[in-house]
């Protein structure tokens, strides 16, 4: 029996074997076995199990025995579940980042149009508070200076006709009305004057009326260019001081209470209402309390007073402002004896407030007015008429429109509303008679649904949009390298599969993954082999067992066998006959033994340690354990030099008569501790 050459030692009865040794030998032969089973298709097409020790297992099954199917060594699975996770994390956080992103934006924009907006209002509000307060400072120095022409008037004319008031009417009222209304630019004014007459002097003053009147009506007449004549006018006029009587249908009563009265005398135009007639009173306390208020304020202030009153649109009835400024025996605004010796008043839509205030282009704005006092008198009878206290107002440009007696602003606003005091009197009430409402207005600005429609814009839309489309366009461009990556991956995880069945085919399952174990803890000891050139953990490299593989420190990978038995063969006569053939034909034989023989090791459950020239080496009991090692060995070596025979003579018609002279040689080595 010929002895093993270079495959292990015996040494009291047991054998080692360096597995690490045997599956670099393994893989080193790798790439040149596949390329000589890749050239033998053009020669012969031997069975599936060919001397290729890397084929897979799987078709070599024989009845009597199954091996266990190929399973994917566990770093394998490791990394699929890796790269899975990062798969989806990264999927994840582009999801939260492009939900992240695109709200943060559309808020963004959004807070910025409501910033713009919100400032857009503010400079708005308050150009509006500063300059309808200025015009209502310009309505009172309008009347202030008006009713200063009216005393120097009263005080010529006086002298010159030896009277004084209240028999006194203004010569040129309508001129006079007419040029204060556009002084104070007001568009429709209601102009009145009403002097002050005591109880003693109301019938000369009946008297005095019934002849003055119609001289100023016709002058009026003339300058208004009215229908109707001064005479007709004259009809429509009460002789007297009255209040209409709201226990006798409203009838014109005489006026006949102790209290002064402040008749109405003279207006501009000459009737304000449908049903107006001049001699009503205005300081009856008992039939027109509003303006009897209004006055008593006036007298007690020494100055103009201002209140909300009943006007008319046509013959629609809307809430407007009134202004009461006393009219004076001197021109001398500053002498501390003057007396109150009639009012006189002026009527005027609030619109003519808000008008001209912002410009073109500027539009959206609801100013709400509210008072504390709520009755006014309803201008056709002395009767008190409950009203809203509030009225609102939407200026849009230079142009401003009345909404209605009530608060029509949008609730949602709330929050911007902007607040002025636009009349506060400041005034004792302990001054003032029992009862007496002091009016004082406030001015709420608020803006509009209008106004805040023209900030929105499509733009957080449009950016929202835009920054989801670019992580789309950055997700698909993700997919994309990933499909690269990912047929990449295939491809080097083909390659590796096969190297795995090779190994499996090769080692028990257990051995191979204690090979890859132990290559992973030397691959983390190289830090110039982090990363594979594909880009892929390094985890399916090439397989490093140098002799520098322990510098990591790692335990060489070899196990005790300590029953095992050894066997190989030799071909007789193989030299002589190979020195008379082409290698082609070497090869065809030699691939055509080991095949069979293949298929008996495998049949047997026996290791194919390795094949060197014409030396065929294999051992039972390793890697896996055999009770029965030795018979199993007979066995094998028995099956292959009955295949032995078979083989060279059927390769006597390809390869030569002389062939199947060829012989095996076998040993049979048995170690036990």
């Known amino acids: ?14 054998y080692y074997v360096s597995i690490e040794k045997i599956f670099e030998n393994v893989v080193s032969r790798m790439s040149d076995d596949q390329s000589a089973s890749s050239k033998k298709s053009g020669i012969t097409q031997l069975s599936s199990c060919s001397s290729n020790p890397f084929q897979d297992a799987s078709v070599c099954t024989s009845k009597d025995q199954q091996r266990k199917a190929y399973q994917p060594p566990e770093v394998a699975k490791r990394e699929e579940v890796n790269i899975l996770r990062a798969k989806v994390l990264v999927a994840l956080i582009i999801l939260i980042a492009v939900c992240g992103v695109g709200s943060a934006t559309y808020l963004l924009v959004k807070d910025q149009e409501r910033t713009n907006f919100e400032n857009q209002f503010a400079g708005y509000a308050s150009e509006i508070v500063t300059v309808s307060k200025q015009k209502a400072d310009q309505f009172f120095l309008a009347l202030d200076a008006f009713s200063s022409s009216i005393s120097s008037q009263a005080i010529s004319d006086m002298d010159e006709h030896n009277t004084s008031w209240p028999f006194y009417v203004i010569p040129d009222w309508a ?48 300058y208004e260019g009215t229908d109707m004549t001064a005479d007709e ?47 009503t009173t205005m300081l009856d306390t008992m039939t027109a309390s509003r303006n009897a208020a209004l006055a008593s304020i006036s007298k007690v202030l020494r100055k103009p007073t201002i209140g909300f009153a009943i006007m008319f649109e046509g013959e629609k009835p809307i809430t407007g402002s009134q202004i009461i400024q006393p009219i004076y025996d001197t021109a001398d605004t500053e002498a ?63 142009q401003a429109e009345y909404l209605g007696d009530s608060d029509f602003h949008n609730p949602k606003y709330d929050d911007m509303k902007v607040d002025n005091v636009f009349v506060d009197l400041e005034i004792d009430e302990s001054q003032l008679p029992g009862g007496v409402c002091i009016p004082t207005l ?61 190994v499996a085919n090769v080692f028990p399952t257990a051995i191979r993954d204690r090979l890859y174990q132990n290559q992973e803890e030397h691959n983390k000891h190289k830090s110039n082999r982090n990363l594979h050139q594909d ?38 006569g193989f030299t ?43 051992a039972v009991g390793l890697p896996e354990p055999v009770d029965n090692h030795a018979v199993v060995a007979c066995k094998f070596t028995q099956d292959c030099l009955k295949k032995m025979k078979e083989v060279t003579l059927k390769l006597e018609v390809t390869l030569g008569p002389d062939t199947g002279d060829l012989d095996l040689r076998t040993g049979i080595h048995r170690c036990d501790t």
């Not at 009755?375 to 009203?387: F, H, M, P, Q, T």
């Open 442 to 502: 406030t001015m709420h600005v608020y803006p509009s649904e209008e106004l805040e429609q023209s900030f929105r814009t499509s733009n957080a839309i449009v950016f929202t949009v835009i920054v989801a489309v670019i992580f789309i366009f950055t997700s698909l461009v993700f997919l994309l390298y990933d499909y690269f990556v990912r047929r990449r991956q295939t491809k080097v995880m083909e390659r590796i599969m096969r190297q795995d069945k090779i």
């Open 233 to 279: 006018f004259m009809q429509k006029t009460v002789p007297f001081i009255y209040f209409h009587d709201t226990e006798n249908n409203y009838q014109p009563t005489p006026v006949t209470s102790p209290n002064e009265s402040l008749p109405l005398l003279q207006s501009y135009p000459l009737f304000f209402y449908p049903e107006q007639y001049l001699m």
């Open 336 to 398: 501390e004896d003057r007396k109150m010796v009639a009012f006189t008043g002026i009527r005027l839509h609030w619109l003519d407030y808000f008008k001209n205030i912002l410009t073109d282009g500027e539009f959206g704005v609801i100013v709400v007015l509210e008072s504390t006092c709520t009755d006014v008198e309803n201008g056709v009878s002395d009767k008190l008429d409950e009203i809203s206290s509030h009225i609102s107002y939407m200026i849009d440009g230079q």
């Open 1 to 14: 029996m010929r002895s093993p050459r270079n495959f292990g030692t015996c040494a009291n009865h047991c």
């Open 535 to 572: 880009g892929f953990n390094d985890s399916f490299g090439d397989l490093d067992f140098d002799a520098d593989s322990n510098l990591a420190g790692s335990a060489p990978l070899a196990d005790l066998f300590p029953s095992v038995t050894l066997t190989f063969a030799d071909i007789v």
């Open 175 to 222: 001129i006079r009305a007419k040029r204060l209304a556009d002084l104070a630019g007001v568009s429709h004014p209601e102009v009145a004057m009403a002097p002050i007459v005591q109880p003693e002097d109301r019938d000369k003053f009946n008297e005095f009326a019934a002849e003055a009147v119609p001289k100023w009506y016709k002058e009026s007449v003339e």
């Open 576 to 618: 002589a006959w190979s020195s008379a053939r082409e290698p082609q034909q070497v090869f065809v034989l030699l691939e055509t033994i080991y095949g069979a023989f293949d298929k008996i090791a495998y049949r047997h459950n026996v290791f194919k340690v390795e094949t060197v020239g014409d030396c065929y080496v294999a």
